[in-house]
């Protein structure tokens, strides 16, 4: 199993960025997909979005309306698209074979993240 996040970078306040997330070694159609970040600094990870197989999408409350994570089950490929960001969003971004439900609970695929900062 190996996930591949890109495309994060630096952006001022109110910029956007797409992250993308390549997958292989498993069945894509059938995993759900989450991205959780990690604030610089801090070691807590925290669940930002998920899409299951069905293509349902969900959000944490601070993101909701500004990111959008989409998914292509023919490149086996999951986006986040981040709009009007903020400096609280800076972070390390992961995608993650896992809903958010289970994150507590069991140890998931992760890849080794995008870093994005944000600041003016």
């Known amino acids: 199993v190996q996930l591949v996040e890109s495309g994060g970078g630096s952006v001022q306040p109110g910029g956007s960025l797409t992250l993308s997330c390549a997958t292989s070694?498993?069945?894509?159609?059938?995993?759900?997909i989450s991205w959780i970040r990690q604030a610089p600094g801090t070691g807590l990870l925290e669940w930002v979005s998920d899409i299951d197989t069905r293509g349902n999408k969900r959000y944490r409350d601070s993101v909701e309306g500004r990111f959008t994570i989409s998914r292509d089950n023919a490149e086996n490929m999951v986006y986040l698209r981040m709009d009007d960001l903020k400096p609280e969003d800076a972070a390390t971004y992961f995608c993650?074979?896992?809903?958010?439900?289970?994150?507590?609970?069991?140890?998931?695929?992760r890849g080794q993240g995008t870093l994005v900062t944000v600041s003016s």
């Open positions: 993650a074979k896992v809903l958010r439900e289970l994150m507590p609970r069991i140890t998931y695929p």
């Open positions: 070694g498993f069945t894509f159609e059938n995993a759900a």
